[in-house]
């Protein structure tokens, strides 16, 4: 990284500077983190390349304090050790540590009482029998691995002994999958180990083969669209829903699509979109590629605001109404990126964002009210200070260098990025949504493509349920458990029972 040069003046402003020291340190530190690492590598190639093979330690230190030592400064050292400390001296407290975390008092308790035999109970003294006095608990964490068990539905059959006829059977519950052999807490433990905990089929394959359950995973692949087509409905409510919010945010990242056409994969995007408080789902979309018919189709005549990147294809939905809302961690991310080219205007502009950023730690518990009324009084300043700075700056840089993109960008975007401070409802950045895709992102690592299009559509439905039931807390295999045993046979008209904060309303007051 070349050094700043003395012939640009520094900021007046004292705020601007304290901030610019802080990211001066970052870099410094930065730095020196990667010093040390390569110092370190260097060490260990030097030592394996010329160094001596063997691990053997030339003086291994005593364990055992009776054990002589060979040093010869051992007298001095054990004079110095055993001073006495000073009449007035006083003891200073030793730190306790956090220690071990206590047990959750919900989980189940599994009592063994480790007694004392008759022998052992007698006093040594003036052997009559001790009494109990107490006890003493010590909890150790176990683990039982999940069982697999069958559920079998006896359904008596009733006939007329009269006329040997008019024979009657209980009618069959209702099913998730009618015509599979699969019940509803197997298909939420499917559903859940792969969009939730981002195993692949191939290795939920073998953990049931473990349980001497034979399940291929094109069953389980079979069962995974049914299973999105049974909550299909409640997952178009919750898309329904989030198009109400007065704000969203949106991402996409790509996802290898299987083409049997192709030699090769092609890509294919996931959408997703947070819904604001009001209504918090995160639902997700799958789409063959990155057009702007995706965001269009799903965002239909939204009039809200839109959080988002630089994306094009969230243009036309600015024309029709939607409001944009830029996001500064993208634009603070172009001047990190061009630290490399000019260390000290890239840090300039880190500093000047690092102040917006500290507004937005002063505001975090405040209401939308308050959080405005801040952000009026403390960004607003710092925003036209960056925007001259923008200004002054974008004349003086190489065209064509990282930071002339940087500053272009949020040149490009700024009326967007003013556009939170007008709102206390809004984000500075749109890092929410970042953080819905991570999941995704994991996941593709493990399971490496989707088999399909419609593969992409049934991953889409099947994440949006996980996810918004991590956004409340709740556990998504008991919420899938439950809710695909009941979703056949619950009435159309009262599906919004079943989303994931009413049902855990409804579980928490009936608990």
């Not at 036209?384 to 949020?410: F, G, M, Q």
């Amino acid at each position: 990284m070349p050094l700043p040069s003395d012939d640009e003046p520094l900021p007046d402003d004292p705020l601007t500077l304290q901030a610019l020291v802080r990211e001066l340190l970052d870099a410094l530190a930065l730095e020196r983190r990667a010093t040390e690492s390569l110092r370190t590598r260097l060490d260990q190639l030097l030592r394996r390349l010329y160094g001596p093979k063997s691990e053997k330690v030339s003086k291994t230190p005593s364990l055992f304090e009776d054990e002589p030592s060979d040093d010869t400064n051992s007298d001095n050292a054990m004079s110095l050790t055993t001073l006495p400390e000073p009449a007035d001296a006083v003891p200073v407290a030793k730190k306790r540590r956090g220690g071990r975390r206590r047990l959750p008092r919900e989980l189940p308790r599994q009592r063994i009482e480790h007694d004392l035999t008759d022998e052992e109970k007698l006093c040594p003294c003036c052997r009559g029998t001790r009494v109990r006095i107490g006890q003493e608990i010590t909890e150790r964490l176990d683990y039982k691995p999940a069982s697999v068990f069958v559920v079998e539905h006896i359904r008596p059959k009733y006939a007329c002994r009269s006329c040997q006829a008019q024979l009657v059977v209980t009618p069959v519950p209702s099913e998730p999958l009618p015509k599979s052999m699969a019940a509803s807490g197997l298909l939420a433990c499917i559903i859940t180990a792969k969009f939730a905990d981002h195993l692949p089929l191939h290795r939920l394959e073998g953990i049931l083969a473990r349980h001497g359950v034979e399940l291929s995973r094109s069953t389980m692949c079979d069962w995974l669209a049914g299973c999105a087509e049974v909550l299909r409905p409640i997952y178009e409510l919750m898309c329904a829903r989030v198009r109400k919010s007065k704000v969203i945010h949106t991402d996409d990242t790509p996802v290898p699509v299987l083409d049997r056409e192709l030699d090769r994969t092609r890509t294919g995007r996931i959408w997703v979109y947070l819904g604001d408080a009001s209504n918090s789902y995160i639902v997700y979309d799958a789409t063959p590629s990155r057009s702007r018919d995706g965001p269009q189709t799903f965002l239909k005549n939204f009039r809200g605001y839109l959080q988002a990147d630089a994306f094009g294809g969230y243009d036309g939905l600015y024309a029709t109404g939607a409001t944009e809302v830029a996001c500064w961690a993208h634009a603070r991310r172009k001047f990190v990126e061009s630290r490399e080219s000019d260390m000290r205007l890239s840090l300039e502009a880190l500093a000047y964002i690092r102040r917006l950023y500290e507004v937005e730690r002063q505001a975090k518990e405040l209401d939308s009210d308050n959080r405005v009324s801040l952000r009026q009084e403390k960004s607003v300043p710092v925003l036209r200070a960056i925007k001259e700075w923008l200004d002054a700056k974008r004349a003086s840089v190489l065209p064509k260098s990282p930071l002339s993109a940087a500053i272009t960008y949020a040149t490009n975007q700024w009326q967007a990025l003013n556009v939170y401070v007008t709102d206390g409802e809004l984000a500075i950045d749109n890092n929410a949504a970042e953080r819905a895709l991570r999941g995704v992102a994991v996941g593709r690592k493990n399971w490496l493509f989707w088999g399909s299009d419609a593969g992409g559509k049934t991953a889409a439905v099947l994440t949006s349920f996980t996810m918004s039931c991590r956004r409340h807390g709740i556990d998504p295999w008991c919420y899938l458990s439950d809710v695909l045993a009941r979703v056949p046979s619950h009435p159309s008209d009262r599906i919004p029972e079943l989303l994931p904060d009413t049902w855990a309303t409804t579980q928490r007051s009936t608990s």
